[in-house]
């Protein structure tokens, strides 16, 4: 028996790559095995190849596997894309309507089934991913009642005679491979997992359910890949709470209706890829100079302009930090985990109204599409902080108004919400004094951007280093943000097999940069190694300037659209140890 397991489905978009994907991997978290996901589709509604590949274990993973073991393909460029992936005796399940082929020089089993034919054979060709999960289920010798209660939940809805269709898809599929295989195949038969359901979902839900909890009842956004799940996973759930979505006609519209709702006191988020966060720019600066609170998530995809819209990319660090025209105080934060996304949302709602500044949180697309397990949600860690908003605010005398921009040792103004007694005052994008009204005076421009800019000297986010660190000194320091941690240290145990010892630092918060922290660390570590899914080495360019030894430092770049593979990471951390 085996504790781990990769499958991978491919056809054509739009010929139910992603509803099979979905039953198989909700059936397998019924079971309570952990799951990691990825995706590999096209940027277009129908056609093109896509394909979507599973990691199947009993012990928590967060990583895609290197190999594979079963691929179910729907046509012949499914299996010639990706048959160099399958280990030595894996299996490939095909549609027989291809007469499929394995390409020379792979060592792996093929059992053409006529996948196609019998879902005709039943009303319908869209039937043919039933088979399909039946054949590849049945290989693996799980329970078929719990993958049919999946086809019962996925199908349901549109009653109980297409539900029974399904079904019997499912069953013609299982027993036809059964009989070509004489049974299920031992070499693939997993260890029992320990039976509980775990919470199984995209990063994006993580990010819209983290929002809801935040006290967020606003989200002002325009549809973007990958972003636009944050949107449709609210739509659904705010109108629950008292709360909307709003569509708006461009991304300059989405930040600047956030920007308002958030000024009348409404907690109101945006989201949104590279080329909107582009159109935001001088909306973010606008949020900086008026000290409104603004939380935007920019789940980074391939660029520049539209670029690789459906592909993994890590290359727009520099945008978020530097982006804006002028000099603002904001902080850009990295969730690297589902759990992340959830607490990283509360803690930015939080974290933009105390410090009243931009809080950028920064995904990538495998960490916001890539569906899954993960722990228990804790709700119990929830706790809303508003900052300095004031309430019953002191009358004012004559025509004083409130110093809504006041010098504070701090650097934190208070802020009060329109309508407020005592609150009356003026906000303009133009420099300002501490009423807010327009003041070019050198004297106040330079203490009202001293004011802005110190806001931030002793920020620390929760987890703003998360470190594995057991050596004091080791041979390796490998440093990254975002989705790759799990795959660094699928890969760590690999050198730690050939003797070379390392230590993992996934930094998440990315500015303010945590130099202090940071440091100790890299001193002590024979060789630093940054890894990120760009071209440029945007991370290593921040450490560098932000902490030094250049002289340390190695970059492990990626940047073809494809997340790092551990196998990868491994043979590149081996060469430059």
Not at 137 to 148: D, Q, R, S, T
Not at 258 to 264: D, E, F, R, S, V
Not at 455 to 463: E, T
Not at 477 to 492: E, F, H, K, Q, V
Request: a negative charge; glycine letters at 10%.
């Amino acid at each position: 028996m085996i504790s781990q397991l990769s499958w991978k489905i491919g056809g054509q978009q739009g010929e139910g790559v992603e509803s099979t994907d979905r039953i198989f991997s909700t059936a397998l978290n019924r079971l309570g095995y952990y799951l990691y996901g990825y995706r590999h589709f096209s940027s277009r509604i129908k056609g093109g190849h896509t394909n979507n590949k599973i990691r199947i274990s009993t012990k928590p993973i967060r990583a895609i596997s290197d190999d594979l073991d079963i691929l179910v393909a729907f046509d012949q460029e499914s299996i010639d894309l990706n048959a160099h992936e399958l280990r030595s005796g894996g299996v490939v399940v095909a549609d027989a309507k291809f007469n499929p082929t394995i390409p020379e020089g792979v060592d792996a089993k093929l059992f053409a089934v006529p996948i196609t034919k019998m879902a005709e054979d039943l009303g319908t060709s869209l039937m043919k991913n039933m088979v399909a999960s039946g054949a590849s289920w049945a290989l693996l010798g799980l329970p078929i009642e719990v993958f049919n209660k999946a086809v019962e939940e996925e199908f349901g809805r549109k009653g109980p005679a297409i539900v029974e269709k399904n079904i019997e898809a499912v069953r013609q599929g299982a027993e036809f491979v059964l009989e070509q295989a004489g049974g299920p195949l031992d070499e693939f038969k997993l260890e029992d997992a320990d039976g509980m359901q775990k919470l199984f979902m995209i990063g994006n839900e993580a990010i819209g359910l983290g929002s809801l909890a935040a006290g967020c009842r606003l989200m002002s956004a325009y549809p973007i890949t990958p972003a636009s799940e944050i949107m449709e996973y609210l739509i659904k759930k705010l109108p629950k709470f008292g709360g909307t979505v709003v569509q708006t006609e461009d991304e300059i519209a989405a930040a600047t209706m956030a920007i308002g709702a958030n000024y009348a006191g409404v907690r109101t988020m945006t989201a949104s890829a590279g080329p909107g966060l582009s159109l935001m720019m001088e909306a973010i600066g606008l949020a900086g100079m008026t000290e409104t609170p603004l939380v935007i998530v920019n789940t980074q995809r391939g660029g520049p302009s539209t670029g690789l819209p459906t592909k993994q990319e890590q290359s727009d660090l520099n945008a978020m930090v530097y982006g804006t025209h002028g000099e603002i105080p904001k902080i850009v934060i990295a969730p690297a985990s589902i759990e992340d996304c959830f607490y990283d949302m509360i803690e930015a709602f939080n974290l933009s109204e105390q410090y009243q500044v931009p809080v950028i949180v920064m995904t990538d697309l495998q960490l916001s599409l890539g569906k899954q397990s993960c722990d228990t949600l804790d709700f119990s860690q929830i706790a809303i902080s508003r900052g300095k908003l004031v309430k019953d605010a002191p009358p004012l005398e004559g025509h004083a108004l409130f110093k809504r921009y006041e010098l504070t040792d701090d650097g934190i103004s208070p802020r009060v919400l329109p309508g407020e007694k005592g609150g009356i005052h003026h906000v303009t994008g133009v420099e300002h004094d501490q009423v807010g009204r327009p003041s070019e005076n050198a004297v106040n421009r330079q203490n009202m951007m001293d004011k802005r800019l110190g806001k931030l000297n002793n920020l620390a986010i929760r987890d703003a280093l998360r470190i594995d660190a057991p050596h004091n000194n080791p041979d390796l320091l490998i440093i990254d943000m975002g989705s790759t941690g799990g795959t660094i240290d699928a890969a760590r145990v690999h050198l730690s097999q050939d003797g070379i010892t390392s230590n993992h630092i996934t930094i998440r918060q990315i500015h303010p940069f945590p130099t202090d922290l940071l440091k100790p660390y890299m001193v002590n570590a024979k060789k630093v190694i940054v890894v990120e899914n760009n071209a440029t080495a945007q991370l290593a360019g921040q450490v560098k300037m932000n902490v030094g030894l250049a002289e340390k430092m190695e970059s492990l770049l990626k940047y073809d659209g494809n997340p790092f593979l551990p196998l990868e990471v491994y043979k590149a951390c081996k060469e430059l140890s």
